[in-house]
């Protein structure tokens, strides 16, 4: 029997202004998945991010999480349900340490195992546990890469979405950055990841949906994708 749907997308629109950026987009995530949303930049796959976690206005169509509509609520209602997103950009609060940084993801909770969740962030990012008393603002891209990823984890996500987190990263780091998202995901934590580096994000998915000018134009196992000609030709530059 296969896992239930945590985060299902209907028919998404989203708008700025009077441009249609998403046009209606439809894709599902079971428990347990790694399934990987990829496309060229400006594809729309930010926006629809930005639309699940209650970042950007819906337009029309609908989502639902843990089998509930859960369109137009906030983004912080959205957290405490478990549906965290690691934003493009990092988003790390500059003028804060990496443990304060870590604190600020368990801001939604109010249990007595923050402390145990903060060392197992440390037993995954062994870098930031030398570094835990270092401002985040000093920090290079990719250690608050790791930071943000370490964060959202504080959050006990239940669907956990990355929004490109190899953007700007050095090839070593990109690396590291795929490895940890392979280990997060290995330890049971469904993800969303969305990328431009369609090779490696194909590679770590279960499956697959590809975007292009706002729509879902194919979807499958994410080996079927690797192996597509019109894939290999668009985003692996053969």
């Given amino acids: 029997m296969a896992n239930p749907v945590l985060l299902k997308v209907n028919a998404l629109k989203v708008a700025y202004g009077g441009i249609q950026a998403v046009k209606g987009v439809s894709f599902e995530v079971r428990q347990g998945e790694l399934v990987s949303l990829i496309g060229a930049n400006g594809a729309g796959k930010t926006t629809t991010l930005k639309a699940v976690t209650g970042l950007q206005p819906v337009a029309a169509g609908d989502i639902e999480f843990m089998g509930r509509s859960i369109k137009g609520q906030g983004a912080w ?3 405490k349900q478990g549906l ?3 934003p493009e950009g990092r988003g790390c ?3 804060m340490t990496i443990t304060e940084n870590l604190l600020m993801g368990a801001f939604v909770r109010n249990d007595s195992e923050i402390e145990a969740d903060i060392d197992k962030v440390f037993a995954i990012f062994p870098r930031l546990k030398e570094r835990r008393a270092q401002l985040s603002g000093t920090m290079s891209g990719g250690e608050q890469q790791m930071l943000a990823m370490g964060r959202a984890l504080m959050a006990r996500p239940k ?3 990355l929004d490109e987190p190899s953007m700007g990263l050095s090839p070593i780091m990109v690396d590291k ?3 940890v998202v392979s280990t997060i995901h290995g330890q049971g934590t469904t993800v969303l990841l969305v990328e431009q580096n369609a090779s490696r994000a194909l590679q770590l998915a279960d499956r697959g949906y590809v975007m292009e000018s706002g729509e879902i134009t194919m979807n499958g196992p994410a080996k079927q994708l ?8 668009a985003y692996l530059g053969e």
Avoid: G, Q
């Avoid at 690797?226 to 030709?233: E, F, G, I, M, T």
């Fill in 93 to 95: 609060f500059t003028r």
């Fill in 77 to 79: 209602d959205l957290v």
């Fill in 84 to 86: 965290v997103m690691v």
């Fill in 159 to 161: 669907v956990l979405l």
């Fill in 226 to 233: 690797l192996d597509d000609p019109k894939v290999r030709a």
């Fill in 177 to 179: 950055i795929f490895e």
